[in-house]
């Protein structure tokens, strides 16, 4: 049976799950979906088409699936996603999406310190940390396992990718590539994240073949165009460069190097 303090406001419409536990003056709208196991504290405000998928623990004076911080956004139906197992902390803010087709989504075991705000139409992955007041603008998207360091803002439309790791108090305006590190304000790649790599159990085979991608990409003084074509040509095409490849020729703000 639900635990539902009795001073929460829990629409009637609200699909809540036998098993979760709602706290003091929390708000739960009408079109909220709250799934098994879920722990919502005091203060917390769903709003809108908001999914919070099981096992999720939401921290004091949360707010999600509020309406877009977009001024062209007309009310139209959005929703916002979170996935299983994800903990999000005190104040953290996470906005519906512009439009149904594309949910703002927070994959499943991530962690959303305190302070971190998500704006519309973002797309976080799995297993993905911001830290402390990390700050999406609209359309980010931040692939598997990366780690964004506190005090951080992201600029729209800047794609992160997998295994990144984005040291604190860093202003990122361009995309940042899957396996490497870097902070600072503006933005430099420093390195590979070979530390995550490392903890991650990537083979020493593998880190090799990405040290070498590396050096080529970012120390060869070749512009993007004649690095990819070195690499597809000197680098061996395992899973992970094949992916690095595709994340580069897709992007459109460029690559932070």
């Known amino acids: 049976m639900s ?15 036998s098993d979760v536990e709602i706290g003091p003056y929390s708000i739960i709208g009408p079109k909220a979906k709250i799934g098994k196991g879920v722990k919502i504290y005091s203060n917390v405000v769903i709003n809108g088409l908001a999914t919070i998928k099981d096992n999720c623990e939401i921290f004091h004076s949360a707010v999600i699936g509020t309406v877009p911080q977009d001024l ?35 994959g499943d075991n991530c962690l959303l310190m305190t302070y971190v705000h998500i704006a519309h139409d973002c797309n976080l992955g ?8 990390v700050n999406l603008a609209g359309h980010v998207t931040i692939e598997d396992n990366a780690i964004i360091g506190g005090l951080t803002p992201i600029h729209q439309f800047v794609h992160i990718g997998t295994f990144a790791f984005v040291g ?5 305006s361009k995309d940042v590539a899957p396996y490497t590190r870097g902070a600072s304000v503006p933005y430099k790649t420093s390195g590979l994240n070979s530390i995550g790599l490392r903890r991650n159990n990537f083979k ?10 590396y050096k080529i990409f970012y120390t060869s003084n070749l512009n993007t165009s004649q690095a990819l074509k070195k690499i597809k040509q000197e680098v061996e095409m395992i899973e992970e460069v094949e992916h690095f490849i595709k994340f580069v020729e897709s992007s459109e703000r460029g690559i932070a190097k």
């Open 168 to 172: 604190g108090l860093s202003r990122v």
């Open 72 to 106: 062209k956004y007309r009310g139209e139906d959005s929703e916002v996603i979170i996935g299983k197992n994800t903990t999000i902390r005190e104040f953290v803010t996470v906005n519906l999406s512009t439009s149904i087709d594309n949910p703002t989504r927070v």
């Open 126 to 133: 799995n297993n993905v940390i911001l830290a402390n007041a």
């Open 3 to 17: 635990k539902i303090h009795e001073t929460a406001i829990v629409d009637k419409n609200a699909q809540i799950n």
């Open 204 to 213: 020493k085979e593998t880190r090799r073949t990405l040290k070498h991608l």
